[in-house]
């Protein structure tokens, strides 16, 4: 069975090297890896090449940037291998990470193997935030997945060739591997093994981090449109989320009931239903590092307001289909 490693790399000269050097020296080593440079303006496709000299099993692949999903594709499509795993830049994984990925592969119907995240800057207040937040949502999962990020995502290539991979519409790094895990896990399985592990660089200041996730909730627009079935939440997401979205779009224009006494409980309970929304990580973030856990808070509640303000220009964007 033949491995490829592959990554859509963009403006990541001083974090690639980093990947390569883990994938150099694991346990199970891949027969190719290969990196497509997105159209990076600094010298991330200098780096690459670097290795490439030294190393035949390295490649190096240019596209114009064209966003992530066009630059998987082209790299997965020229990956000679039975199995390709995806993982992304700025991503360090474990010496056997490629061991552990491979293990659940046992039959046909197993189509990918999802892992899991471990926080490599944990120097940072918000990165460690992010990761346990992730590793809080997580907690509970065994078995089969319907949604799953490709920075750690093992699938079988003739079921990337069979769905046509990555849909290219997604633009940003958002939306497009959540479209590619529901539409696989409709058809087959992909088992979640926490015991295959990529270090990976969480977000570190607050502003960018919540610029990025209105990004996110402009592309779940786009995403539950695609995928009308979703809304009510994945074993990432979960239902909470579109309530949150829901109520933090609605509190500033329920603010305007302040004009009315009789209806001033609207956005008094509004803003109650957000906050007591934000506490549900709380006890398994506070167990494992209480210096964050408060200030998780803040990052949950900020962020509710990013994903309703990226929300509403999605459904400007996008419409909202209605299911039926």
């Known amino acids: 069975m033949k491995i490829a490693v592959v990554s859509a790399v963009y403006n990541e000269d001083k974090s690639v090297g980093r990947l390569i050097e883990s994938l150099l020296i694991q346990t199970r080593m891949p027969e190719e890896i290969v990196l497509v440079d997105d159209g990076s303006k600094d010298g991330t496709a200098g780096v690459i090449e670097g290795y490439a000299k030294r190393y035949h099993l390295i490649r190096l692949i240019r596209n114009s940037n064209q966003g992530p999903a066009a630059s998987r594709n082209i790299a997965w499509r020229a990956a000679r291998a039975d199995i390709v795993i995806f993982t992304d830049g700025d991503c360090v994984p474990a010496k056997d990470w490629i061991e552990k990925l491979l293990l659940p592969f046992t039959s046909d ?48 290539k003739r079921v990337l060739e069979e769905l046509g991979g990555f849909e290219e519409s997604y633009k940003a790094p958002s939306g497009e591997d959540w479209d590619l895990t529901y539409r696989i896990s409709r058809r087959y399985k992909i088992l979640f093994t926490p015991d295959a592990v990529v270090a990976h660089a969480h977000p570190e200041s607050f502003w960018p981090y919540m610029k990025n996730q209105a990004r996110r909730g402009f592309d779940r627009i786009k995403l539950y ?29 329920s603010l305007l009931l302040w004009l009315a006494d009789s209806l001033r409980v609207v956005p008094e309970l509004l803003f109650l239903f957000l906050f007591l929304s934000c506490w549900k990580s709380f006890g398994f973030i506070f167990r494992r590092d209480p210096s964050v856990a408060c200030y998780g808070i803040l990052v949950q509640f900020v962020r509710c307001f990013a994903w309703a303000w990226g929300a509403v220009k999605g459904v400007l964007r996008f419409g909202f289909k209605v299911r039926r």
């Open 109 to 156: 119907d197993i189509a990918g193997v999802a892992g899991a995240y471990r926080t490599f800057n944990e120097e940072n207040v918000l990165a460690r935030f992010v990761g346990h937040e992730i590793a809080w949502r997580y907690r509970n999962v065994r078995g089969a997945v319907d949604a799953h990020g490709a920075y750690n995502l093992a699938i079988r």
């Open 225 to 253: 449109n695609d995928h009308p079935d979703k809304r009510v939440g994945d074993v990432y997401t979960g239902g909470l989320a579109k309530y949150q979205v829901l109520a933090a779009g609605l509190l500033p224009l």
